[in-house]
């Protein structure tokens, strides 16, 4: 077996969308992550950004199964002793349409360096317009 290495100058790199509108959130979340990260190219390696770049509309009418949205919870730290704080799915997407999709797709990218510039690849928008036009984005239907 060889380690494939693949210059970044070869690689070709598509803009891809997709409309989250009506779509359960971890299954936009993991098809978005696995294009990001490169896994549908013959090209794939694990350890290089070779993946397409992806841009997510409608992301604040995205839905979850179950009784998620008032039991899934989702968490940050203050920073000081006791300053953890939680906020459920409904208060989250009422503040922060995209927020829930975006910690999604981030944990579902590796972790470190990679995961870092990999994520700077999802852009993700709130309703059905983008700026993205110009680069002429063929869509994903789920």
Known sequence: MKTVFVK????????????????????????AASIVRGKEKA????HQEVGDFVVVVNAGKIVVTGRKVQQKLYYHHSGYPGGLKSVTFEKLVARHPVAPLEAAIKGMLPKGP?????LKNVKVYAGPEHPHAAQCPEAIDL
């Open 114 to 118: 990679l995961g870092r510039k990999l």
């Open 8 to 31: 970044p100058a070869e690689v070709e790199r598509k803009w891809f969308v997709i409309n989250a509108e009506g779509k359960v959130l971890g299954r936009v979340a993991a098809k």
């Open 43 to 46: 090209v794939y390696a694990p």
